[in-house]
């Protein structure tokens, strides 16, 4: 969901911006979440059994992100859906 509302307020900051000439109002958005799209990344890489230092290899985290999940407890913790 956090990155289903960032794509969204991601396009509707842009397109203020855009629309007002003012891309610093877009600069400072990316730059606050930048950090909680890392922790997310971060928590879905464990979700699969990754560890977080997974993103920074650029192909191979975009198919992890999109796999299913360990089911059950990993050495990261329980399940996310069974919390």
């Given at each position: 969901?956090?990155?289903?509302?960032n794509?969204?307020?991601?396009f509707v900051?842009?397109?203020?911006?855009?629309?007002?000439g003012v891309?610093?109002?877009?600069?400072?958005?990316s730059?606050?979440?930048?950090v909680?799209?890392i922790a997310v990344?971060?928590?879905?890489?464990?979700?699969?059994?990754k560890?977080?230092w997974?993103?920074?290899?650029?192909i191979?985290?975009l198919i992890?992100?999109?796999?299913?999940?360990?089911?059950?407890?990993?050495?990261y913790?329980?399940?996310?859906?069974s919390e």
């Amino acid at each position: 969901m956090f990155v289903l509302f960032n794509i969204l307020i991601s396009f509707v900051v842009g397109f203020i911006c855009g629309f007002i000439g003012v891309p610093e109002l877009a600069n400072l958005y990316s730059l606050a979440v930048l950090v909680p799209s890392i922790a997310v990344g971060v928590r879905r890489m464990h979700d699969v059994g990754k560890s977080g230092w997974f993103l920074l290899i650029p192909i191979y985290n975009l198919i992890l992100a999109v796999t299913e999940g360990e089911k059950g407890e990993n050495e990261y913790g329980q399940e996310p859906v069974s919390e």
